[in-house]
């Protein structure tokens, strides 16, 4: 897929209701408030080769920047969202909101942008933490905050 093809589904998910329920969709998965969607994933990493899965990590690292870049451009330079807190407020307990618990979970950082006048926040991250699951590029769209 091309840049433009990625941000055409960003768009889609801007756009579209959220679901009532929690569950996968067309372009990924979502439930109520948000809409998670893996633009690319790598092809059998999960469980190789530790240098082709490197390789996969920075090409969709670059993937990542490309459209982060064209982000910025939209919407101005987009905040950084770390996850590290996520995970030390999970473990006390605390109950973090859907999408973050489960972004904080799979990504360590997101880029993050709030369009104005939407309402929504838009998510972009690669998902590589589990060296047993496939590397993915994720964009996310909610009306929560992140915590």
């Given amino acids: 897929m091309t840049i433009d093809q990625h941000l055409a ?16 969709s067309d372009v990924g998965f979502g439930g109520p408030g948000f ?9 059998g990493v999960g469980t190789g ?6 390789r996969w990590a920075e090409d969709l690292d670059a993937w990542k920047e490309a459209i982060a870049q064209r982000l910025d451009d939209r919407w101005g330079e987009g905040l950084r969202w770390w996850s590290l807190t996520v995970g030390v407020r999970k473990a006390r307990g605390e109950e973090i909101p859907e999408p973050w ?9 997101l880029y993050l942008w709030r369009p ?5 926040w838009v998510a972009l991250g690669v998902a590589e933490r589990d060296g047993a699951d ?4 994720l964009a996310a769209v909610t009306d929560r905050d992140p915590p």
């Fill in 49 to 54: 080769d530790g240098a082709e899965r490197e």
């Fill in 101 to 109: 618990a489960t972004l904080g979970d799979l990504v360590d950082e």
């Fill in 9 to 24: 589904t960003i768009d889609l998910l801007r756009a579209r209701e959220f679901p009532a329920r929690s569950g996968a």
């Fill in 134 to 137: 496939e590397i993915r590029l």
């Fill in 35 to 43: 809409h998670i969607a893996p633009l690319a994933v790598s092809a």
């Fill in 116 to 120: 104005d006048g939407t309402g929504r």
